[in-house]
């Protein structure tokens, strides 16, 4: 708690690991059946005294459109003792698939919040192609490029692609210059660039950047509908505290963040319970938790599951990021330590802007973080393990206004 009784995300986390009604996570997918795994671990209650109730949801878009509930109904439990088990089936009307998030809630018999339980029915990639395809309009693409840059326009949209590195050097829509740039680079290695090559095929535009040893492979492409799409595969280093890439993103400039992910308190790799998948919004602060500011959810940190982000900036512009990728965790600059952080400093990758399949553990009061067991040690890596040897990330940047 903060000193005014504010909940820090521990407070979401013990009240999830500790629910007495434990829910099984599960992935649902087109062969989802309506089955949810659910034990009762209360010592005297048993269940059917507690109301469950579920939720198909369909959450707003980046675009701004309204949440809307598809069905929503009681979960009935007939008879669940204490310390047992059962499988209990959620109707599943027409329309589930059109859902963004299955949503299960659990009260006690006296009506008190328990626990809300949260299930993604859409994979990052079909909910960013589901948005996309109605934003559209085909345009021509131009393409100049002096000594040291590529540069592309689509309409509004203006982006310029550093020839030496391959980075975004700048971007512009019809309200400025966004303070987006230098990236990607890969958070946790320094491999060197060995070519940049630009290429065009129907209209269509590609800068693709190679590297040493072949450890890692970007490719830009600018589309005639003016989004920006950046594919980069990559191999991590072995023994890795995080993974994935940077950008800079100006912290002055920044005012506010709308996302669809995990939230809307921000986690560490050893601490990933607490949060629910849902549509956030929250302002920019500079809270270094237990110690200054005060403002929670603190807005620095890193989120889990990210589906996409719009970051508002000051003078009114903004910009949007779509992530395909599965499992991916955004960055949203360092987090600071406190005045004597001891056994809870973190090390960071560089960037601002990041977008991770790894990210940090941190340590408590007494231990540091590699001493804490499997969930807290470093990432390891071995290509053989991974498709096409690979991780892979890939995004959609949408720099137009709307």
Known sequence: MGPYHQKEGSYYTIKDIWSPVFMENKYITAAFDGTLNIENRFHYTNLSDCKLTYRWIMLPTALGNGRSIIEEGILAVKNLQPMQRMALKVNMPGRWRQADVLEV??????????????????????????????????????????????????????????????????????????????????????????GVYHTETKGIHQVTVAYEKNRMNVVWTMARDGLVHLDVNYKPSNNSSFCGIDFSLAEDKVERIKWMGNGPYRVWKNRTRGVAFNVWEKKYNNTVTGSSGFIYPEFKGYYSNLYWAKIFLKHGNSFKVYCRSDDIYLKLFNPEAGPDPANTAVKHSKGDLSFLHGIPAIGNKFSKPDVLGPESANYQFDAKRVLNDYLAISLVFDFRVY
Not at 151 to 156: D, K, L, P, R
């Open 105 to 194: 809630e659990a009260r006690d018999p006296y009506g008190r919040h328990i626990n809300t339980w949260t299930f993604p029915v859409k994979s990052p990639a079909q909910t960013t192609d589901a948005i996309l395809a109605a934003t559209r309009p085909q345009q021509m693409v131009t393409f100049s490029e002096t000594g040291e840059d590529f540069i592309f326009n689509a309409g509004e949209v203006k982006v310029v692609i550093d020839k030496k590195q391959g980075t975004l050097k700048q971007a512009l829509n019809k309200n400025g210059v966004l303070p987006l740039a230098d990236g990607p680079v890969a958070a946790s290695e320094t491999d060197k660039v060995t």
